[in-house]
């Protein structure tokens, strides 16, 4: 299977950015999915979580309410919106099937950079 972030860039804070992620795979209807980030010296970390169905979401709590996980199952897409943006959320974003918290199902993709500037 392969994973491709797309959508990242450099964004001032409050602003806004849609990420998405495209699976190779057919099975991705049937994977729950996540978005995943690490920023620098930082472990990889789970920040929204989506039901194969999308129709179960769920977030970290340093994005919630700002961050929204959306799936397309007949395009094999997955989306994160992320509104009013914070210097934090700066990172490598990464999407995979849900393992853990930390780990993904599949082999990582390249991610996608985030940058918010204060």
């Known amino acids: 299977v392969q994973l491709v972030e797309s959508g990242g860039g450099l964004v001032q804070a409050g602003g806004s950015l849609l990420l998405s992620c495209a699976a190779s795979?057919?099975?991705?209807?049937?994977?729950?999915m996540g978005w995943y980030r690490q920023a620098p010296g930082n472990q990889r970390e789970l920040v929204a979580y989506?039901?194969?169905?999308?129709?179960?979401?769920s977030y970290a709590d340093s994005v919630k309410g700002r961050f929204t996980v959306d799936r397309d199952n007949t395009k094999n897409t997955m989306y994160l919106r992320m509104n009013s943006l914070k210097p934090e959320d700066t990172a490598v974003y990464y999407c995979?099937?849900?393992?853990?918290?930390?780990?993904?199902?599949?082999?990582w993709g390249q991610g996608t950079q985030v940058t918010v500037s204060s």
């Open positions: 989506i039901s194969n169905g999308g129709g179960t979401t």
């Open positions: 995979n099937a849900y393992r853990t918290a930390i780990e993904g199902k599949y082999p």
């Open positions: 795979a057919s099975t991705f209807a049937i994977d729950h």
